[in-house]
């Protein structure tokens, strides 16, 4: 019984959200459908509580989508990097509302194939403010981006300047460099980027081929460690428009890529260590007239979600020790994609233990290590090892924070356990153009 909970009374603001005693807040269906949610003002803490409450036979897990959050990170973004535009990565959260939020902000969008591009295009988002920042493309989405006008791509050997020669000869390009990827968690040098050698040879082919290179891109991998992998990549793009100039290009436009640090990460290195010697970099080496643009995902994303799971299971590991097994019911299949790529994922804390709401209070319980698991008959759904936690019970909650960042555009419904639904709200002061 959720007595604690249910004796807290939650204030709330949001037209239509629902009472305390009323059904679930989104429909059955394990999809995500857009419009048909409504957007509360209450805090992440109220939702949470609203939401446990409201609960009668289910006890599916859930997200709470801090929408406000997202406009926070808009916000401190521009006022660290003011010359430097974001065009969102779609790929770390294609949420319709997210999407729609930063376009209102004036943010552009790094797609990666058809279905992106067409996912922002159906938010209203003009063409001229996306990037297909894929240097690989299907012929077929590089012909759906030219009758639609995205122009914008990246580009990293001659076999791909062949194929937009021939489906979109009008391509303004983006010369995609390798960057030193090995001070970041996760390298994309292994797959993407020309080396400098290559670049110069590269250049006169599009040149040969009447094609229009208007600028350098590149991306130093998924979190990074050390804010001057930054500067070392710029110097880089710097060496690649000298090489264009000689060749007749006048390179206006440069793409720093992603893998800004992020505190879900657990990285050394901050977001505002990266920005304080990225912004004075690209000022030092580009005249205002180049066009400074950026891929943030995971920095727009990962801190605006929260994952609320429920206990499904216990097995003892050594109740002597109260050293437990815990199921839950999400998984590496789920949400805890980034377990599979080998980035961390913060642990879990203590949401409710034996009808306590604990979320964002010091647990007064000892702790012990403990192991927790995902729902499947995989054996490698393991998301935690030696994690420290009170001894819980079936049907107590954990809360994991967050979690917004390559969880739900990743996830599936192996062995039929389906996604966890998602909440939203909106923290901000600020009224946000969101439906």
Known sequence: MLTEIQAVSVHVQGPGYPAIDS?????PSSKHQPGQENISTCTVEEVIKQKLVSLTDSQDGFFVVDLGEVYQQHCH????LPRIKPFFAIKANPDPHIIKLLASLGTGFDCASQPEIENVLNCGVGPERIIYANTCKEPSHIRFAALNKVYKM?????????????????????????ADDSRSLHGLGIKFGAPLSDCKELLQTARDLGL????????????????????????????????????????????VGGGFPTADLKVHTSFEQAAA??????????????E??????????ASAFTLCLNII?????????????????????????NIVAKLPVLDPEVLVKKGAFLYNRKCSHPVYPATI????????DRLAVNVPLPLMDIGDWLVWKSMGAYTNSMSSEFNGFRNPKLLYTNTSYEKLFIS
């Open 313 to 337: 299971g216990r097995k003892a590991i050594d109740a002597s020790e109260n050293k437990y097994m815990y199921f839950v019911n999400d998984g590496i299949h789920g949400s805890f994609t």
């Open 23 to 27: 059904a679930p807040f989104t429909t």
């Open 154 to 178: 990246t580009f990293d050997c001659v076999d791909e300047l062949h194929k937009i020669k021939m489906y979109c000869p009008k391509a303004e390009l983006v010369l995609r460099i390798l």
């Open 277 to 290: 010697v990225l912004g004075p970099a690209v000022d030092k080496l580009f005249p205002p007239e180049v």
């Open 212 to 255: 229009n290179v208007i600028g350098v891109s590149f991306h130093v991998g998924t979190g990074c460690t050390d804010e001057n992998a930054f500067v070392d990549a710029v110097e880089c793009s710097k060496t690649v428009f000298d090489m264009g100039k000689s060749l007749g290009f006048n390179f206006s436009f440069l793409d």
């Open 373 to 380: 698991w995902g729902p499947t008959c995989d054996s490698n």
């Open 292 to 301: 400074i643009i950026a891929e943030p995902g995971r920095f727009f994303v």
């Open 77 to 80: 973004w521009r006022s660290l």
